[in-house]
């Protein structure tokens, strides 16, 4: 950093997700401006919260996620990943919205395991300089 | 979800009486049940709401021992709701917050930790990552280390305003932890307390021994050094927090005063172009970046580097995203200095609402007048005065000069009968200047 700022740009920099869903049961996109996001992972599935509308208990999703780095002015290291997915639980969080839980029906294991570790670091850093400020 | 180990299991009888606040305007609320749930907790301890204002409610009334909150309801009133539980929570009773959110950036962080949050829990987690966290954080609270023992007893005498006390628990303190940096923080913080800053300034010094970025000292100690008036000082522990941390995004405003101060001039033109790569700031923090940089313009103005002053105040629009307040400072230091070019130009790219304003047009009369050109002065005046404008200086300017430019005196006691009109209290001084430019007999 040079000496003469305050502000260093990497600290602003955040995390983003970008979700696209099908439902290949039923033939129907997801509108993009829905407010779609990403709760929970795990190693067989993911649970995200999607419209109502969106599917059904047993209806296979076919999602993208990409994941971006906003405020990063070069080398922007957007990862994406593609996965078809069952619907094996669906919990009602409002009117309109639902936490549905997928389990993965078919996917890149490597790719799931990279997004599941980078997850885990992002925490593990986060814990760190919650650490460091509070000590 | 799951079983609990052993150790896991032993929180149970523990959160057996605690209340529990979910706040959560989108998603998290089916995993934090979930977690409850294993731990035993009855349906009953639990408050799931969606807004700020029930949130606000369940706090003030059965205030939340553990508290989750979901960062999209906005940073402030998260921190507002925190800092009210803080308050309100029995002395010594369990206290836990936990940070729902997608975003981690550094800068996000920080303010959280500064803001007495526990934890943060990044959006999209595994089960078993929040189920860690949770552990982690009620462990610490609930069967704390001597050392961290002592700390919260200081930490409630502090807040008791009993300094004597607080004093010898965080002296206790020192000697249970090898590296006691945060003991001696706290202990400075309790001289900081009493406006002891000399005293607090060596307990800081004693804690950066221990540990040379010490996040709490830095700041404590730059607060101390602003505090007696050693604004260099004050710069260099700055200089070193920034150094080593991310810089909370509420002081920056003390940091960009600190550079004014020293005469730093060029860490603002840093932070200007660092801030013209993000896509977003803090309200806030621009309009501050932007008020620095009229200063750092007018420095650069005392000094007669006009050029570098003119780029400062570019910057200044720029950064404040030409708001009205900074615009304002900017045109009357253009008009103080009579660089009319300059004002021109600057007043080519102001939005109109503003151009149109009657503080702007104030501006541009001083600036003709200023430069010389009465008539044109005059004449705006007089329009602005048809307006309904009513501005003290503005009676001032249209009456001294009417009498430069030898306007019938039936003309200029007109005005100040409008000028006694519109100022009462005003009418003796513009009677005033209208006898004292009378040429004797």
């Known amino acids: 950093m040079p000496m003469n700022q305050w502000i260093k740009a990497k ?3 955040k995390t983003t997700f970008e979700i696209s869903v099908k439902n290949v049961t039923t033939h129907t996109s997801v509108a993009a401006s829905t407010v779609i996001d990403l709760i929970e992972v795990n190693e067989n599935g993911l649970v995200l919260k999607l419209p109502k509308s969106a599917g059904a208990l047993g209806h296979l999703l076919m999602i993208r996620i990409v994941r971006k780095k906003e405020q990063q002015t070069k080398n922007s290291t957007d990862f994406t990943f593609d996965f078809t997915g069952k619907v094996i639980a669906m919990d009602a969080l409002e009117a309109t919205a639902s936490a549905v839980s997928l389990q993965f029906y078919q996917f890149n294991e490597n790719d799931w395991k990279n997004f599941l570790k980078e997850s885990a ?5 986060v814990n760190a300089l919650i650490k460091k400020v509070q000590e | ?36 749930s294993d731990f035993s907790v009855k349906p009953d301890q639990i408050e799931v709401v969606e807004n700020v204002p029930d949130a606000m409610h369940v706090i003030e009334g059965r205030t939340p021992n553990v508290f989750f909150v979901e960062y999209t309801i906005g940073s402030q009133a998260c921190f507002d709701m925190i800092r009210i539980q803080s308050e309100r929570l029995e002395p010594g009773s369990l206290r ?5 959110t997608t975003q981690d950036s550094n800068s996000m962080v920080t303010s959280a930790a500064t803001e007495n949050v526990d934890a943060i829990i990044v959006k999209p987690f595994s089960f078993g990552m929040l189920k860690d966290r949770f552990c982690e954080i009620l462990f610490q609270k609930l069967a704390p280390t001597p050392y961290v023992q002592a700390l919260d007893k200081g930490r409630l005498l502090l807040k008791e305003e009993q300094f004597d006390e607080a004093l010898a628990v965080f002296r206790q303190a020192r000697t249970l932890d090898p590296k006691p940096s945060l003991a001696l923080a706290l202990e400075a913080e309790t001289f900081q307390a009493r406006k002891d800053h000399e005293e607090a300034l060596k307990c800081y010094e004693e804690a950066l021994k221990h540990n040379p970025s010490h996040f709490r000292s830095l700041l404590g100690s730059f607060d101390s050094y602003l505090a007696l008036g050693k604004n260099d000082e004050a710069y260099v522990s700055a200089r070193t927090l920034a150094q080593h941390h991310t810089i909370p995004a509420k002081r920056i405003p003390d940091m960009i005063r600190v550079s004014i101060n020293t005469q730093h001039f060029e860490d603002l033109v840093g932070f200007y172009q660092t801030a013209g ?19 750092c313009g007018l420095h650069f103005l005392k000094r007669s580097n006009k050029d570098s002053a003119i780029d400062a105040f570019r910057k200044a629009e720029v950064a ?33 609402e503003i151009r149109n304003s009657p503080d702007v047009q104030m501006a541009e009369i001083e600036l003709l007048k200023k430069t010389g050109q009465n008539l044109r002065a005059l004449e705006q005046s007089l329009r602005l005065i048809q307006q309904g404008i009513k501005v003290e200086k503005l009676y001032e300017i249209a009456i001294t000069v009417s009498i430069e430019l030898k306007r019938k005196d039936s003309l200029i006691e007109d005005l100040i009968f409008k000028a006694g009109n519109a100022f009462p209290d005003k009418k003796p001084y513009y009677e005033s200047l209208h006898v004292k430019s009378t040429p004797p007999t």
């Open chain 1, 11 to 13: 600290d602003f920099l």
């Open chain 1, 121 to 125: 670091e992002r925490q593990n850093s």
């Open chain 2, 1 to 36: 979800m799951g079983e609990l180990t052993k150790g896991e299991q032993k929180l149970i009888p523990l959160l057996k009486s605690a209340r529990f606040l979910i706040v959560d305007p989108t998603s998290s609320r089916k995993s934090l049940r979930s977690l409850m």
């Open chain 2, 96 to 100: 836990a917050v936990f940070l729902i």
């Open chain 2, 277 to 295: 790569d993000l896509s977003s700031m803090d309200e806030s923090i621009a309009s501050h970046l932007g008020a620095g940089l009229v200063i």
């Open chain 2, 320 to 352: 404040s995203k030409q708001n009205p307040r900074i615009l304002m400072r900017i045109l009357q230091a253009l008009v103080s200095a009579g660089l009319e070019a300059e004002m021109k130009s600057f007043m080519s790219r102001v939005p109109e």
